[in-house]
């Protein structure tokens, strides 16, 4: 009565689930995201990139238009960045 219904270990074991998880992240990925990501998000990027796209700033703030700008060239970035992994050229 007692019988796991799942008899796998390496299924069910968390440890083994969590480790496998673990070991796929592409760490130069994410180092290069997150730098990536404090350049394109950053104070410097806006005022000499944004303030030149009409309506990406108010001020010092920047808008809703400004925001897609900038999550746009990350995920073009991404991109980029993912194509040079994947072949192996960083």
């Known amino acids: 009565m007692s019988e796991l219904i ?3 270990p390496k299924k069910t074991d968390f440890i083994e689930v969590s480790g ?3 070991s796929n ?3 130069k990925m994410a180092i290069f995201l997150f730098f990536t990501g404090m350049v394109i998000f950053s104070d410097i990027f806006s005022d000499n990139f944004l303030n030149n796209v009409d309506g990406a700033t108010h001020g010092e703030i920047t ?3 400004g925001t897609v ?4 060239i990350f995920i073009l970035c991404y991109l980029v ?3 040079l992994v994947k072949g192996e050229w960083l």
């Open 6 to 8: 799942n008899s796998d």
């Open 20 to 22: 496998s998880i673990i």
């Open 25 to 27: 992240i592409n760490i």
């Open 63 to 65: 808008t809703t238009k």
């Open 69 to 72: 700008v900038q999550l746009v």
């Open 81 to 83: 960045l993912d194509l």
